[in-house]
Structures are given as C-alpha cells and as structure tokens.
C-alpha cells in the first residue's frame, strides 16, 4: 500500500539556521508533490506544490526538491525564524483529476530565537 | 473573500449519538473534501464531493456520510458516535484539477465520551 514517511521526531534549530524536513514515499508515483503548514488547532495551508518533471521549486525563503528515484522530497526553510514554528505535512498525488489527497503525519518544527 | 468556513468549532457528544458538521467552501471553488485528523497524525481523507455526488471515498465505514448542496457547501456526518472518532475534522475546498491544491478550514474539534 501507498506509505508516505516524515521524520516523526520535532526538528529544533536556531533562528537564523537552515531547517530541512524530509518526505519519504513507498508504493507511489506522484505527478505532484504538496507541501503543507499546519499551526495548532488550525487547518493545514498550502506552501508548495512541486511536479515530477522540476527538480527544484523556490518561494521567498522556502525550497523544495523532488527525486523521483530516490522516491523523496525536501522541504528546507533558509534563515528559519521563530514564526516558521509550526507542523510541516507532505502530500504526494498522483495524476488524473482525483480528490483523495494523502498526507503524511508531518514533522514539528521549532525554531528558537 | 472569505476562504473555507466550518461549524461549529468545538462539540462534545456522546457514544451512540449523531453528529452533524457543516463546511462553505471557498468562493469560486466546487469540490469539498473531507478529513478527520486524530491527535500528531496527518489528515486522514473520508470522502470528497463535486456536483453533489460523492466522487470518491476513503477507508471509513459508512457510519459517515456526507452531502453536498447546490451552493457547493456540505455536510459530514457520522452516526453511532465511537469514542475513536474524536479527532479534528477538516474540510477542504479546491477545483477539479490534477495538482488539486485544497484550502482548509480551521475545523470541527470533535470529542466523543
């Protein structure tokens, strides 16, 4: 069956360092990778959507790489800052105009000032 | 332009009782997708909705159903309320496209005793 796997551990480093989560898929070949932000007690909000044919999506402060043989993406926050304190989920979909989207179960980020 | 909207946030039921949450999509959106996200896990996809059908569905049993109204709004709901079924109930609107990027709500914290 379809596993997708994020570091299950929080991830803690220092204001102004570089945070990379890492996203694991088995059983699976995306078209499209999503990355998501989920606060305490809100939803989860969209950040990055990356396609299986780009190696590398850039917004503001935030990268993101797709390997698709290594079956893996990373999400890597530059200059971190405590507001980037928060659950990263990943969300790789496969192609065809379908709803499920299947998440993984996120990694914790804290950034301390 | 007000994005998803739930109701209520927070309820508190009983084992055995019914459960109705309701969810207003974002304007300009069509399809509704719902998920149930328990407590350090990823949302957890039930079913999603587009032109008041069911369109396709995750491994939950029918106690929760769903429907979705002219106006794209919906509703989930679950009967024989388990106390496993406390968890943060999203809702999640979007457009039928292969990427399909959601916006979520804040969600419907649900807590069975």
């Known amino acids: 069956s379809q596993k997708i796997e994020q570091n299950s551990e929080a991830l803690n480093i220092q204001e102004g360092k570089t945070a990379t989560l890492t996203c694991n898929y088995t059983n699976y070949s995306p078209a499209y990778l999503q990355w998501y932000r989920q606060d305490p007690g809100r939803g989860p909000v969209f950040l990055l959507l990356?396609?299986?044919?780009?190696k590398e999506k850039r917004k503001e402060r935030l990268k993101v790489t797709f390997d698709t043989t290594l079956k893996q993406s990373l999400f890597h926050i530059t200059a971190s800052q405590p507001a980037d304190s928060a659950t990263y989920l990943c969300a790789p979909k496969g192609s065809g105009n379908t709803g499920k989207l299947i998440f993984g179960q996120g990694t914790t980020l804290q950034v301390k000032p | 332009d007000a994005g998803v909207t739930q109701s209520p946030t927070h309820l508190i039921k009983t084992r055995g009782q019914q459960v109705t949450l309701r969810c207003s999509p974002k304007?300009?959106?069509?399809?509704v997708s719902w998920y149930q996200q328990a407590l350090g896990q990823g949302p957890q996809f039930i079913f999603q909705?587009?032109?008041?059908?069911?369109?396709q569905r995750g491994n939950f049993p029918d106690r929760f159903s769903g429907h979705q109204f002219p106006n794209y709004s919906s509703e989930l709901n679950v009967n024989a309320l388990l106390l496993g079924d406390s968890a943060l109930y999203l809702c999640?609107?979007?457009?039928?496209?292969?990427?399909?990027?959601?916006?979520f709500g804040a969600g419907s914290r649900l807590t069975v005793l």
């Open positions: 909705y587009y032109e008041e059908e069911e369109r």
């Open positions: 990356i396609r299986e044919n780009e």
């Open positions: 304007s300009g959106h069509d399809t």
């Open positions: 999640a609107s979007g457009t039928p496209s292969g990427a399909n990027v959601l916006t």
